[in-house]
């Protein structure tokens, strides 16, 4: 034990002083998200109104936490909901039990579901954690329901922030493909940019445009 | 004992085999525990070599050949390489060109997740296709029938579906159209796929070119549970997976069990599982209140009324009650019913079938019993029987290809055409009532049955005898089987439709038998009796058992009378039948996939039932009830589950002493187990008489018989079959339709026994002058007897 | 439905030519063409399966196979031009353009008047007289585009009942494969092959 040693620990404390500080004062302040986070989920539509979702259930299929219901149904032959033969009937993710990890967007062969960046979803019934196709399906405009009111909370201007997944990522994973875009267009925020700076070209760029 | 098949010794990827010689090399490949990717080849039917998955190398003296394993069969000494390089490159570039057209629609198809192509694909195939050209298109799926959907885009031209309808079934609907990049299957137009058994090609189709209406979109794999069962609609007892997502009973596919079904299904037993999922379903009891109306009502209260109702026609004498039913239940239900009535009630009053039978000392004690399985070493099959294609449809592809594949004769012997007559090689045909006749010229072989008799006497012979219709004779089905046991080297199956009635009648549910196909030394009354009893006054009261009098019962007018006039009637049923409505209390009953226990086939084989489903509301299983109410009348069944009842039933009855569910889970056991036949039983010394007066003295006789898409309570329950039900007709013959002055399409007025009804007339050459023809249970109820008046209706 | 008298005489001998019924399914599928003035109708493979004991589906299925069974209506004159490797080698494109050209009918269709169906087939085997041209599969060798145009002309001013092949060739062929064949009789009557007993010949006019 050195002649110091009483105040050597005080030297740590007074170390961290001069440190940026990590913690955010969340509710007051918010942090910028990074462009892949996983917030709650959203049902997309094209730009022409029809929904992404065939019903195909792989969602549900692949869910870990075996928290979507999904049940497909013949579309409407004079007035279909989707393209092709089949539609997400019924469309249900319970929120309580998601563990938010995006196995269903990864899955998903249409990017009809894709997560947003909001996660403030507190409820005050389980049933209320339920979310419908009423709460995850977007307007034919783009908007996103959320069941409740902007709040100095929640920014649902967030919720039309799609998470990056699925535009940094190539066909068969290969580099080739960077840059390349191999998805479709979202209804209100048309057809998405890549995400850049996968080869770490010129840094991450969150921006969107639309 | 048939002699051994030579063996002989082949090499695959190295390790040594032996199958017996002239297996093909993709069985044979199979049994040395190597798996071969093929599409096309399906066990139960002939190679065709069509897909080329199969592809395998053999050596052979110039070198390594590649060829398809399905249509080479293995000679001595054969060396064969399943996992080159060579054949890998082969079978991805197979694989390569079948997904060319094959649209990548997996996530919206039926089959995704269950798909042969995507599994091989995946285990086999390429990761990408150099195939950038647009696919071809057609419309998405087209119904080729109200029960199937053809999408000819994913279609990989295998052939499975097309052989299975003209190999098997022997109803080519559908086949080859077109050529070259053309090549689409299809039906003729405007002739439906409308087979019954077109739900099997929906099943054996290595894509999701075939999907079957009431599956659709219901379901993917990933979520279906599933449990092995036996089905519920006939007496053939076909295995079957019943599978089920949220409780939900989805759909019902054949399972290959050898001896029985070998996979296949008809149509009926694959999407008749739409009854159990019927908003029509009793979920809780009703009570009949003073209004005379039947009102829900608690378990307890229903069960007091139902006990106290009993115990009153009991209290005024011994033998005041009934039995009716239990030929839809289980094994172990059907037991704890019998228990229950002569026991707690009394009484030997007992019966599971409804006049429309055969005699249950016939059903379970008949020697020499035949299996079905016994029609694979047939010379000849004898079928003096229901139309086997509209009754039992699979025992009908059984012996269908006993007659083509194996070559056996098959005389058939029936009032009118059957599916069997255009594979038959004699067939005969009698009018109802003239079948003694009939037999005693089959008996005597001179003139022109002389060929048939001929065939007659090559044996082994199997003999499929029963009640072709209504207007037959049980006794003359009796006098059929005492001839055809007298056959070379024959067996005899005795046949009656209604699902678990073999299994009733061993259990004892007949006023002649006690469990085990014991004789009963102080017979009750049968069906008949029961029902005149109760009209009568003799009898206080009934218990109905999943039994429908008022419907099913020979004379319907004359049941429901007889239930209308009943002291006091309790009904277990699934559903509220005509007569379950006429009950004074009715209680809710579990059914199939939702009970577990056994059943017994036509054949006397054992087999499990499962459970998979919870069942509607408060239903509860019948043994339970019975239980319940055996209780409350100061006696008990004992019994307190299933699984205790069928240890009783092993225990007590001789026929199944060792047959347990333990013995029916695995192993070979899962085939069934058939109870053998009563140790020293007599056959039946029947003689032919003459048990009706000679019809020639009339004028017209009534043929009656089932179709398989009727007006029944669990047909009719189901969306997707009771569409298929056809609007009831009077078959005539065209000598006839002469003789009235009638034409086809006009109206008659036909007057029977038990009722009288207006029918459009249908031309039936088929018929001998002087019968008409009437399906049962289509709308038109005309009584079992054989005397008809006809009358154009102007 | 059945056939005319005649037509039912002339299926029931071809029947009884083979052990199987089902045999007999082709040349009955002609039979039931030539009922029909060179058109294979739904009826007349309905019928053809009522007389093999096949299914609809199976006859329509053999049927739908070969090219010389005319399913969507067939004209009166069935113009068949080679375009095999021999054919095109020698301008047999060249002819099929004036043949479709002169008779206004594109290949592989049918007039709306019902006068000519055009088409082009496969090797008809007359390679050594290529070009070659059939009328109502009576064959024409040696074939130019300008006598396959005086062709189609002197068919719809004539309208011949009955094509002889022999007659067509002097006419308007040129070099033959063979100049030593027997000099056919019968022509055909209709754009249905001239087979005897589906009695689709006819006397040389």
């Known amino acids: 034990m050195g002649l110091f040693s009483p105040i050597a620990g005080f030297g740590v404390t007074l170390k961290q002083m001069f440190r940026k500080r990590v913690t955010a004062q969340y509710p007051k302040e918010k942090r910028v998200k990074p462009q892949r986070f996983h917030g709650r989920h959203v049902l997309n539509r094209y730009p022409d109104g029809m929904e992404k979702c065939i019903g195909c259930e792989l969602c549900a299929g692949i869910c870990p936490a075996r928290c979507i219901y999904v049940r497909g149904k013949e579309n409407p032959k004079d007035a279909p909901v989707s393209p092709g033969e089949r539609y997400g009937f019924v469309y249900e993710?319970?929120?309580?039990?998601?563990?938010?990890?995006?196995?269903?967007?990864?899955?998903?062969?249409?990017?009809?579901?894709?997560?947003?960046?909001?996660?403030?979803?507190?409820?005050?019934?389980?049933?209320?954690?339920?979310?419908?196709?009423?709460?995850?399906?977007?307007?034919?405009?783009?908007?996103?329901?959320?069941?409740?009111?902007?709040?100095?909370?929640?920014?649902?201007?967030?919720?039309?922030?799609?998470?990056?997944?699925?535009?940094?990522?190539?066909?068969?994973?290969?580099?080739?493909?960077?840059?390349?875009?191999?998805?479709?267009?979202?209804?209100?925020?048309?057809?998405?940019?890549?995400?850049?700076?996968?080869?770490?070209?010129?840094?991450?760029?969150?921006?969107?445009?639309? | 004992m048939p002699s051994q098949p030579d063996l002989v010794t082949f090499t695959v990827d190295g390790k040594e085999a032996q199958v017996p010689a002239g297996t093909l090399l993709i069985e044979a490949v199979k049994a040395a525990g190597v798996h071969i990717p093929h599409f096309c080849y399906h066990p139960r039917m002939k190679p065709v070599g069509m897909c080329r998955m199969c592809l395998v190398q053999v050596e052979g003296p110039r070198g390594m050949m590649l060829g398809t394993s399905c249509t080479m069969p293995v000679t001595e000494g054969m060396v064969v390489h399943t996992d080159t390089d060579t054949v890998a490159k082969a079978q991805e570039g197979v694989l390569e060109f079948l997904l060319l057209n094959h649209p990548l629609d997996c996530p919206v198809c039926d089959r995704g997740g269950e798909c042969p192509l995507q599994d091989q694909t995946m285990a086999a195939g390429p990761g990408e296709s150099r195939f950038v050209e647009e696919k071809r298109h057609y419309p998405k799926p087209i119904p080729i029938s109200d029960l199937v959907l053809l999408d000819r885009e994913r279609c990989i031209l295998c052939a499975r579906c097309t052989r299975f309808s003209d190999e098997i079934s022997g109803d080519p609907l559908i086949e080859f159209k077109d050529?070259?990049?053309?090549?689409?299957?299809?039906?003729?137009?405007?002739?439906?796929?409308?087979?019954?058994?077109?739900?099997?090609?929906?099943?054996?189709?290595?894509?999701?070119?075939?999907?079957?209406?009431?599956?659709?979109?219901?379901?993917?794999?990933?979520?279906?549970?599933?449990?092995?069962?036996?089905?519920?609609?006939?007496?053939?007892?076909?295995?079957?997976?019943?599978?089920?997502?949220?409780?939900?009973?989805?759909?019902?596919?054949?399972?290959?069990?050898?001896?029985?079904?070998?996979?296949?299904?008809?149509?009926?037993?694959?999407?008749?599982?739409?009854?159990?999922?019927?908003?029509?379903?009793?979920?809780?009891?009703?009570?009949?209140?003073?209004?005379?109306?039947?009102?829900?009502?608690?378990?307890?209260?229903?069960?007091?009324?139902?006990?106290?109702?009993?115990?009153?026609?009991?209290?005024?004498?011994?033998?005041?009650?009934?039995?009716?039913?239990?030929?839809?239940?289980?094994?172990?239900?059907?037991?704890a019913f019998g228990r229950f009535v002569r026991e707690t009630l009394g009484s030997n009053h007992l019966d599971a079938q409804l006049g429309d039978g055969l005699d249950p000392r016939v059903l379970a004690g008949i020697t020499p019993r035949a299996a079905i399985d016994d029609l694979e070493r047939a010379?000849?099959?004898?079928?003096?029987?229901?139309?086997?294609?509209?009754?039992?449809?699979?025992?009908?592809?059984?012996?269908?290809?006993?007659?083509?594949?194996?070559?056996?004769?098959?005389?058939?012997?029936?009032?009118?055409?059957?599916?069997?007559?255009?594979?038959?090689?004699?067939?005969?045909?009698?009018?109802?009532?003239?079948?003694?006749?009939?037999?005693?010229?089959?008996?005597?072989?001179?003139?022109?049955?002389?060929?048939?008799?001929?065939?007659?006497?090559?044996?082994p012979v199997v003999a499929i005898i029963g009640r072709?219709?209504?207007?037959?004779?049980?006794?003359?089905?009796?006098?059929?089987?005492?001839?055809?046991?007298?056959?070379?080297?024959?067996?005899?199956?005795?046949?009656?439709?209604?699902?678990?009635?073999?299994?009733?009648?061993?259990?004892?549910?007949?006023?002649?038998?006690?469990?085990?196909?014991?004789?009963?030394?102080?017979?009750?009354?049968?069906?008949?009796?029961?029902?005149?009893?109760?009209?009568?006054?003799?009898?206080?009261?009934?218990?109905l058992l999943g039994s429908d009098p008022a419907t099913d019962y020979v004379e319907p007018q004359q049941a429901a009378a007889a239930l209308d006039a009943a002291g006091f009637t309790v009904a277990i049923d699934l559903f509220l039948t005509p007569s379950?409505?006429?009950?004074?209390?009715?209680?809710?009953?579990?059914?199939?996939?939702?009970?577990?226990?056994?059943?017994?086939?036509?054949?006397?084989?054992?087999?499990?039932?499962?459970?998979?489903?919870?069942?509607?509301?408060?239903?509860?299983p019948a043994h339970e009830i019975l239980e319940d109410l055996a209780r409350r009348m100061g006696g008990s069944i004992g019994a307190a589950s299933a699984e205790a009842l069928a240890a009783e039933i092993a225990g007590t009855a001789p026929a199944y002493a060792g047959i347990t569910w333990e013995a029916l889970s695995w192993g070979a056991g899962r085939?069934?187990?058939?109870?053998?036949?009563?140790?020293?039983?007599?056959?039946?010394?029947?003689?032919?008489?003459?048990?009706?007066?000679?019809?020639?003295?009339?004028?017209?006789?009534?043929?009656?018989?089932?179709?398989?898409?009727?007006?029944?309570?669990?047909?009719?329950?189901?969306?997707?079959?009771?569409?298929?039900?056809?609007?009831?007709?009077?078959?005539?013959?065209?000598?006839?339709?002469?003789?009235?002055?009638?034409?086809?399409?006009?109206?008659?007025?036909?007057?029977?026994?038990?009722?009288s009804a207006e029918l459009p007339v249908v031309l039936d050459p088929s018929l001998v002058a002087g019968t008409v023809y009437v399906p049962l249970h289509l709308g038109a109820a005309l009584g079992a007897g054989l005397e008809i008046s006809m009358e154009a209706v102007t | 439905m059945t056939w005319s008298r005649a037509t039912e005489t002339r299926a029931a001998a071809i029947l009884a030519r083979y052990p199987e019924k089902r045999s007999a399914v082709m040349p009955l599928l002609y039979l039931a063409m030539a009922e029909e003035g060179g058109d294979l109708t739904e009826d007349g493979m309905r019928r053809v399966a009522e007389l093999?004991?096949?299914?609809?589906?199976?006859?329509?299925?053999?049927?739908?196979?070969?090219?010389?069974?005319?399913?969507?209506?067939?004209?009166?004159?069935?113009?068949?031009?080679?375009?095999?490797?021999?054919?095109?080698?020698?301008?047999?494109?060249?002819?099929?353009?004036?043949?479709?050209?002169?008779?206004?009918?594109?290949?592989?269709?049918?007039?709306?008047?019902?006068?000519?169906?055009?088409?082009?087939?496969?090797?008809?085997?007359?390679?050594?007289?290529?070009?070659?041209?059939?009328?109502?599969?009576?064959?024409?060798?040696?074939?130019?585009?300008?006598?396959?145009?005086?062709?189609?002309?002197?068919?719809?001013?004539?309208?011949?009942?009955?094509?002889?092949?022999?007659?067509?060739?002097?006419?308007?062929?040129?070099?033959?494969?063979f100049d030593w064949g027997p000099e056919e009789a019968e022509g055909a009557t209709g754009p249905v092959p001239a087979f005897g007993p589906l009695g689709t010949t006819g006397e040389r006019s």
């Not at chain 2, 029987?385 to 006993?402: F, H, I, M, N």
């Not at chain 3, 199976?58 to 004209?75: E, H, I, L, N, P």
């Open chain 1, 93 to 210: 993710i319970n929120m309580l039990r998601c563990i938010f990890c995006a196995m269903c967007v990864e899955a998903c062969p249409t990017e009809a579901i894709t997560m947003t960046h909001l996660f403030e979803m507190s409820v005050t019934t389980r049933d209320d954690a339920i979310y419908t196709r009423s709460e995850l399906l977007m307007s034919p405009e783009g908007d996103v329901p959320h069941p409740q009111p902007p709040s100095k909370l929640i920014d649902l201007d967030e919720l039309k922030v799609a998470d990056g997944w699925m535009r940094a990522t190539a066909p068969a994973g290969r580099a080739a493909y960077e840059g390349v875009r191999g998805w479709t267009p979202t209804a209100g925020a048309g057809h998405r940019p890549p995400e850049r700076g996968q080869s770490g070209d010129d840094g991450a760029d969150g921006e969107e445009d639309a």
């Open chain 2, 179 to 335: 050529r070259g990049n053309a090549t689409q299957v299809n039906t003729f137009p405007d002739e439906p796929f409308a087979s019954y058994f077109s739900g099997n090609t929906v099943q054996i189709c290595p894509v999701g070119a075939l999907t079957a209406t009431p599956y659709r979109f219901r379901a993917r794999p990933w979520d279906l549970e599933a449990v092995e069962s036996t089905c519920p609609h006939c007496s053939v007892g076909c295995r079957i997976s019943v599978q089920a997502s949220r409780n939900e009973a989805l759909r019902f596919l054949g399972v290959d069990n050898g001896p029985v079904n070998q996979g296949w299904l008809c149509d009926k037993g694959r999407f008749g599982f739409e009854f159990l999922n019927s908003g029509d379903r009793l979920d809780t009891p009703l009570v009949r209140d003073e209004d005379g109306d039947l009102v829900e009502a608690s378990w307890a209260e229903a069960l007091d009324r139902a006990a106290a109702g009993l115990s009153a026609a009991a209290a005024e004498g011994p033998g005041r009650l009934a039995g009716l039913g239990g030929a839809r239940s289980t094994n172990e239900e059907a037991y």
């Open chain 2, 379 to 459: 010379r000849t099959v004898l079928v003096w029987a229901p139309d086997l294609k509209e009754e039992l449809p699979v025992l009908y592809l059984r012996v269908r290809r006993a007659a083509t594949e194996l070559g056996a004769n098959l005389v058939v012997v029936h009032p009118r055409a059957t599916g069997l007559d255009p594979v038959a090689t004699h067939t005969l045909r009698y009018r109802p009532g003239a079948g003694t006749e009939m037999l005693r010229r089959l008996a005597d072989g001179s003139g022109d049955l002389a060929a048939v008799r001929a065939a007659l006497d090559e044996g």
């Open chain 2, 468 to 543: 072709p219709g209504l207007g037959d004779d049980p006794r003359l089905a009796e006098a059929v089987m005492a001839f055809a046991a007298g056959l070379p080297d024959a067996a005899v199956l005795p046949v009656t439709r209604r699902s678990n009635v073999y299994g009733a009648a061993d259990m004892g549910l007949a006023p002649t038998l006690l469990p085990g196909r014991v004789a009963n030394d102080a017979p009750g009354r049968d069906a008949a009796g029961i029902l005149e009893g109760l009209a009568s006054g003799d009898l206080g009261g009934l218990v």
């Open chain 2, 580 to 620: 379950a409505a006429k009950a004074d209390v009715v209680l809710p009953a579990l059914g199939f996939a939702e009970t577990e226990g056994t059943v017994t086939n036509l054949e006397g084989r054992v087999q499990k039932v499962n459970r998979l489903l919870p069942g509607p509301g408060s239903a509860r």
């Open chain 2, 671 to 755: 085939e069934g187990i058939v109870a053998p036949g009563p140790e020293g039983s007599q056959p039946l010394a029947v003689a032919p008489e003459d048990h009706a007066p000679p019809p020639a003295a009339r004028d017209l006789v009534l043929h009656q018989a089932r179709v398989l898409y009727d007006r029944g309570t669990l047909t009719q329950a189901g969306p997707s079959l009771a569409k298929l039900a056809k609007e009831p007709a009077a078959y005539v013959h065209p000598e006839d339709a002469t003789r009235f002055g009638i034409k086809a399409g006009a109206a008659v007025r036909l007057t029977g026994s038990g009722g």
């Open chain 3, 52 to 177: 093999t004991g096949l299914s609809a589906a199976q006859v329509q299925a053999v049927a739908s196979f070969y090219t010389m069974y005319k399913r969507d209506g067939v004209g009166r004159y069935l113009v068949s031009v080679c375009t095999s490797i021999s054919c095109m080698l020698c301008g047999g494109d060249e002819v099929l353009d004036a043949v479709a050209d002169e008779t206004g009918v594109p290949d592989g269709e049918t007039g709306e008047d019902g006068l000519f169906s055009v088409e082009h087939v496969e090797c008809i085997g007359a390679c050594g007289g290529a070009p070659a041209v059939q009328v109502n599969y009576e064959l024409v060798e040696g074939v130019t585009p300008e006598q396959a145009r005086s062709l189609c002309r002197w068919l719809a001013e004539q309208r011949p009942e009955t094509v002889v092949g022999d007659d067509l060739q002097e006419r308007f062929g040129g070099q033959r494969s």
